[in-house]
């Protein structure tokens, strides 16, 4: 049976390693390939699963038209402490924000990961 790939979401580190976990879960043991992948992602992901959730919600509440939903799941990847860091995270796309953009999204980040929302 050939598997078919009925569609493609962007998805951030954390939701990848909370995947990963219910497939260990289930399967009682991780193939190889899915085992490096687990011991790559536990140092680097930094946020719970509520926080990244948490951060996704207050970046599309900005409401910034040109941020589209990989932008959103790179900048929760990386979690880019400056506006400086932030358009270079997103210099990779053909995406143009304003300065205005650029520091919102760095101080959503930053209340966030801090945990000192408005």
């Not at 879960?25 to 948490?54: G, I, M």
């Not at 409401?63 to 990779?92: F, M, T, W, Y």
């Amino acid at each position: 049976m050939k598997s078919k790939i009925i569609n493609e979401i962007p998805m951030n580190l954390v939701e990848v390693k909370e995947e990963l976990k219910k497939v260990q879960k289930r399967d009682q043991e991780l193939n190889f390939r899915a085992q490096k992948t687990v011991d790559y992602l536990n140092p680097v992901v930094k946020l719970s699963l509520t926080q990244a959730n948490e951060l996704k919600t207050e970046l599309e509440k900005l409401k910034i038209i040109r941020l589209k939903e990989v932008h959103i799941q790179k900048l929760i990847d990386v979690l880019p402490a400056s506006e400086e860091d932030v358009n270079v995270i997103l210099q990779g796309y053909t995406l143009n924000l304003k300065k205005d953009d650029t520091k919102k999204i760095a101080q959503a980040i930053k209340e966030v990961v801090s945990g000192s929302k408005k």
